[in-house]
């Protein structure tokens, strides 16, 4: 009998990526971080790369699976670390989608790899941060974090979606 | 860099500072003041009035000043005079100690996540 699944190309595409997201991942979780509760997101390289070359149902899957095997591999499995990395990657993709269907709607207003990268950094950290105060620490004070924490995802933002950029024209100028 | 690019990055770069006025900074300066002799709260002040309290501690009176948003010991009948050299506090969550007389001050933030500490050891 025959118990195989059958797989497309683009399964396996998925697969691929998101190990390679996965490891990214995992490695930076073993960097020391400036700020407690930032870190540089570096895995997200691979997710704005994923949504601009194959769209935003495989970047959703990239993502959607880094977060449960990069969690499975560190140990924070169903730990509110898990919980505020999935509801922050889960907002990312929310803001994402309408931001990528306008690269085929409104081509001449579509933000690129740098905006898309910025706008899932702050979507990220906003949903974090809505998740933890609702959640783990219901207290205003929190909210004084909000701006920093803000700021510093914007840098974030754009230093991954111009590496992001780079990686794009590298792959496009290698399958031209 | 495309137009959208910009249209995001400019959005964010406005976005901030009105983040900042909404919510200020961790450990902002703190509004109020709490002066506890032994266990139980003497007074709680307005760091927005300048004034000078004689607080009575067990050894004698400590004298505690308050002037631009910030509070002081300005003197104490103790040997250490460790709470007069500590200084002007400001921030919320900073506290100032007589432990020999007994008299202390604490720094109001706007709630406990305000404070400039989130813990201090000894």
């Known amino acids: 009998m025959n118990t195989a699944l059958p797989t497309t190309r683009a399964d396996h595409r998925v697969a691929w990526l998101a190990a390679l997201a996965i490891t990214i991942h995992i490695m930076e979780s073993a960097l020391p971080s400036p700020l407690p509760g930032v870190k540089p997101g570096l895995a997200n390289v691979v997710t704005i790369v994923v949504l601009c070359r194959y769209g935003w149902a495989s970047a959703a899957w990239v993502s959607g699976l880094r977060v449960l095997a990069g969690s499975l591999l560190v140990g924070t499995f169903l730990s509110p670390t898990f919980v505020l990395s999935l509801s922050g990657a889960f907002c990312a993709l929310l803001v994402l989608a309408p931001a990528a269907w306008m690269a085929r709607w409104a081509p001449r207003w579509a933000p690129g790899p740098i905006g898309l990268s910025v706008l899932a950094a702050w979507a990220h950290m906003a949903g974090q941060f809505w998740v933890a105060y609702a959640l783990f620490v219901p207290h205003e004070g929190l909210f004084h974090l909000l701006p920093i924490l803000l700021t510093v995802s914007l840098v974030f933002g754009v230093a991954s979606g111009a590496v992001a950029d780079v990686v794009i024209k590298r792959l496009e100028a290698a399958s031209a | ?122």
């Open chain 2, 1 to 122: 860099m495309t137009r959208g690019d910009y249209v995001v990055l400019t959005l964010c770069v406005l976005a901030l500072p009105a983040l900042f006025v909404r919510y200020g900074l961790p450990g902002s300066v703190g509004t109020q003041a709490r002066i506890n002799v032994g266990n139980a709260i003497y007074a709680q002040v307005p760091l927005s009035r300048a004034r000078v309290m004689r607080v009575p501690g067990s050894l004698g009176i400590s004298e505690i000043e308050i002037r631009d948003g910030q509070i002081r010991f300005n003197s104490s009948p103790c040997q250490g005079q460790q709470c007069v050299h500590s200084g002007w506090a400001k921030r919320g969550g900073e506290f100032i100690a007589c432990v020999p007389n007994r008299v202390s001050l604490s720094v109001l933030g706007q709630g406990a996540g305000g404070d400039y500490y989130d813990s201090i050891n000894f």
